[in-house]
């Protein structure tokens, strides 16, 4: 044969995931932790995996990894699922409550991958945009709901790129007011110390998704976990791909996630330049900042994407959303350490002289 028939057309308008990162100095477009695992929790590490048998399928529902996050959250094991990165979870919940037929109900503009995630399953969204000020528009959402035809939610809190916590009273009304799957976001949890943990067991529909991708300096290890009711948690079970946890992966979010205390004072600092970098950008003019939660902050700027040229130029490599849907001119910076931030303020600052 010297042809081949297409691929399924629900694959036709997508384009292969591209974060487009480039080579830079201060690396801030990605919302990872400036700082690598420290260096006494890496050789942990290290001496646990010289004795991974590599010749052996790993346990595929990373027993010990669940055990240990659920003992911290105060839950069984059954409640708790490890996933690889928190992607593959969204992609897992996409093909359990989405698929031909399905709705997925969606609050713009937020995490990319949600919608890819819905239309690889060909599950049709609803969405209900954040308003000019990218609050969710909470009474718009809970009438929706009403309908009856929504089979999941994804709640992004702190949103993600725009900052903002959700309300946990709106989040209770939500839970309240349907029977879809409500997913809570909280990747940036560690950032904004607000969970809706606490409502897990009144509520058989709340998910909440979390990773060690930000805060705990993982994102090249890939571990993600999802708490759920044990019969939600059942559901995702059936779709996953069996070994997609490999056994380094375990151990190394295993031992990272023992240590986890080691990771506080990055996170406090993280915090604090986050405060100082939200002064120094609300003191220029021309430029608009969200308030953050998270790790990083969404800011609005004439000219931006000539803005982001200049920055790449001095080294520093942003987000750019200036053509993103409902984000027109805004660029998003991930909080660095003190020295790449100032680095960024300084080549906005040049950037915004020219
Ligand atoms: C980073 C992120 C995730 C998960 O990332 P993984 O690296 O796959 O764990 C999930 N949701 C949001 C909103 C994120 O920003």
Redesign the pocket.
């Given at each position: 044969m010297r042809s081949v028939r297409s691929a399924n057309p629900a694959l036709e308008t997508l384009e292969p995931y591209d974060p487009k990162y480039l080579p830079a100095n201060a690396f801030l477009s990605a919302?990872e932790n400036p700082l690598d695992v420290p260096a006494d929790v890496r050789l942990a590490v290290k001496r646990e995996v010289r004795n991974v048998a590599f010749n052996r399928y790993p346990d595929p529902l990373a027993n010990d990894l669940r055990d240990l996050i659920a003992e911290a959250n105060g839950l069984d094991r059954d409640c708790v699922l490890a996933g690889n990165?928190?992607?593959e979870l969204?992609f897992d919940i996409a093909l359990a409550w989405g698929g031909p037929g399905r709705t997925f109900l969606n609050l713009p503009p937020t995490?990319s991958v949600y919608e890819i995630n819905a239309q690889l399953t060909s599950t049709n969204v609803v969405r209900i945009p954040r308003r000019a000020d990218y609050s969710i528009d909470e009474e718009a959402v809970l009438a929706r709901v009403e309908a009856g035809d929504i089979d999941y939610i994804i709640v992004?809190s702190p949103n993600?790129p725009t900052g903002q916590l959700a309300d946990e009273a709106f989040l209770l009304r939500l839970l309240d007011a349907t029977d879809a799957l409500v997913v809570v976001?909280e990747?940036y949890f560690e950032f904004s110390r607000r969970t809706m943990r606490p409502w897990l067991e009144k509520h058989a529909n709340l998910a909440i998704?979390r990773?060690f991708?930000?805060a705990f300096s993982l994102?090249g290890v890939?571990m993600?976990y999802l708490f759920a009711d044990p019969r939600v948690i059942r559901e995702v079970a059936k779709v996953r791909q069996p070994y997609s946890v490999d056994a380094v992966s375990q151990i190394v979010a295993r031992v990272v996630f023992e240590n986890r205390a080691k990771f506080e004072p990055g996170i406090k600092a993280i915090i604090a330049e986050r405060g100082r970098l939200m002064n120094e950008l609300g003191a220029m003019d021309g430029v608009r900042p969200y308030p953050s939660d998270a790790n990083y902050i969404l800011f609005r700027v004439s000219g931006a994407d000539a803005v982001w040229e200049r920055l790449y130029e001095q080294g520093v490599l942003v987000r750019d959303f200036s053509h993103a849907p409902l984000l027109e001119g805004c660029l998003r910076v991930s909080v660095g350490t003190r020295e790449q931030n100032d680095a960024f303020l300084a080549a906005l600052r040049a950037a915004r002289k020219e």
């Amino acid at each position: 044969m010297r042809s081949v028939r297409s691929a399924n057309p629900a694959l036709e308008t997508l384009e292969p995931y591209d974060p487009k990162y480039l080579p830079a100095n201060a690396f801030l477009s990605a919302n990872e932790n400036p700082l690598d695992v420290p260096a006494d929790v890496r050789l942990a590490v290290k001496r646990e995996v010289r004795n991974v048998a590599f010749n052996r399928y790993p346990d595929p529902l990373a027993n010990d990894l669940r055990d240990l996050i659920a003992e911290a959250n105060g839950l069984d094991r059954d409640c708790v699922l490890a996933g690889n990165g928190g992607d593959e979870l969204l992609f897992d919940i996409a093909l359990a409550w989405g698929g031909p037929g399905r709705t997925f109900l969606n609050l713009p503009p937020t995490f990319s991958v949600y919608e890819i995630n819905a239309q690889l399953t060909s599950t049709n969204v609803v969405r209900i945009p954040r308003r000019a000020d990218y609050s969710i528009d909470e009474e718009a959402v809970l009438a929706r709901v009403e309908a009856g035809d929504i089979d999941y939610i994804i709640v992004t809190s702190p949103n993600n790129p725009t900052g903002q916590l959700a309300d946990e009273a709106f989040l209770l009304r939500l839970l309240d007011a349907t029977d879809a799957l409500v997913v809570v976001d909280e990747a940036y949890f560690e950032f904004s110390r607000r969970t809706m943990r606490p409502w897990l067991e009144k509520h058989a529909n709340l998910a909440i998704l979390r990773t060690f991708s930000k805060a705990f300096s993982l994102a090249g290890v890939r571990m993600g976990y999802l708490f759920a009711d044990p019969r939600v948690i059942r559901e995702v079970a059936k779709v996953r791909q069996p070994y997609s946890v490999d056994a380094v992966s375990q151990i190394v979010a295993r031992v990272v996630f023992e240590n986890r205390a080691k990771f506080e004072p990055g996170i406090k600092a993280i915090i604090a330049e986050r405060g100082r970098l939200m002064n120094e950008l609300g003191a220029m003019d021309g430029v608009r900042p969200y308030p953050s939660d998270a790790n990083y902050i969404l800011f609005r700027v004439s000219g931006a994407d000539a803005v982001w040229e200049r920055l790449y130029e001095q080294g520093v490599l942003v987000r750019d959303f200036s053509h993103a849907p409902l984000l027109e001119g805004c660029l998003r910076v991930s909080v660095g350490t003190r020295e790449q931030n100032d680095a960024f303020l300084a080549a906005l600052r040049a950037a915004r002289k020219e």
